[in-house]
Every structure is written in structure tokens, then in C-alpha cells.
């Protein structure tokens, strides 16, 4: 079992940036691939981004290209999620979520069906 707890959401103005922490415990950090996942009021959950168990490979939604940065650090069993030049639509509950299956490709780190474990997320607000 990995346990996931996410931090660091909040409200904020259309412009702003903000850091999501999710600190996992349980089985070994580095042997899962990482995601973070969102979901709106009234719409699915969605992909944001992935790293591998390195963080030697990195993924990222279209609509946070050139904004979001995920990063990892193995030794404090935690990953990151820079989020800047926040806007209204990036309002949403944020989830990081572990994989610790073998994945390749965007299109396997961006399915919701490949993370085992999913934390119980952090509310991100943005105001216009």
C-alpha cells in the first residue's frame, strides 16, 4: 500500500502561482511513477502530469504546457507541482496518484486507469 497526502492548494488571483506537495509513505517512493490529476465541478477527472520513477521523463496536459512543472525528490518521497501563471479554469480539486506499474508513453501516464493509489486531493481556486 502507498499512502499519498497532497498539500499546498488554495485561492489565489488569475496570474498567480502556487506549489502542490504530495507526500507518500508506505512501499519505496522510487519504485512508482507519479502523476497529478484534476477534477472541475461537473466534469471528469482529468490528466496534468506525470513523471517516471526517475524523473528522468516528464508529461504534461496541453493546458498546462510551458506553466505546471512536476519534479520528484526520491530521498523525501514526495513530488512537486509548480504551478504558475495560474487562470480560472485551473480551478479545480488536485490529486496526485502512484503508479507502480511498468508505463511508457504519454498515453499510458495520462490514463487514469494505470495509478493504483490516489490521495484524497487539495482544493486550488482561481479568481478572475
Known amino acids: 500500500q502507498v499512502q499519498l497526502v497532497e498539500s499546498g492548494g488554495g485561492l489565489v488571483q488569475a496570474g498567480d502561482s502556487l506549489r502542490l506537495s504530495c507526500a507518500a509513505s508506505?512501499?519505496?517512493?522510487?519504485?512508482?511513477?507519479m502523476g497529478w490529476f484534476r477534477q472541475a465541478p461537473g466534469k471528469e477527472r482529468e490528466f496534468v502530469a506525470a513523471i517516471s520513477w526517475s524523473g528522468g521523463s516528464t508529461y504534461y496536459a496541453n493546458s498546462v504546457k510551458g506553466r505546471f512543472t512536476i519534479s520528484r525528490d526520491n530521498n523525501k518521497s514526495a513530488v512537486y507541482l509548480q504551478m504558475n501563471s495560474l487562470k480560472p479554469e485551473d480551478t479545480a480539486v488536485y490529486y496526485c496518484a502512484a503508479d507502480g506499474a511498468f508505463c511508457s508513453g504519454y498515453d499510458c501516464y495520462g490514463s487514469r486507469s494505470e495509478y493504483d493509489y490516489w490521495g484524497q486531493g487539495t482544493q486550488v481556486t482561481v479568481s478572475s
Open positions: 508506505g512501499r519505496t517512493f522510487s519504485d512508482y511513477a
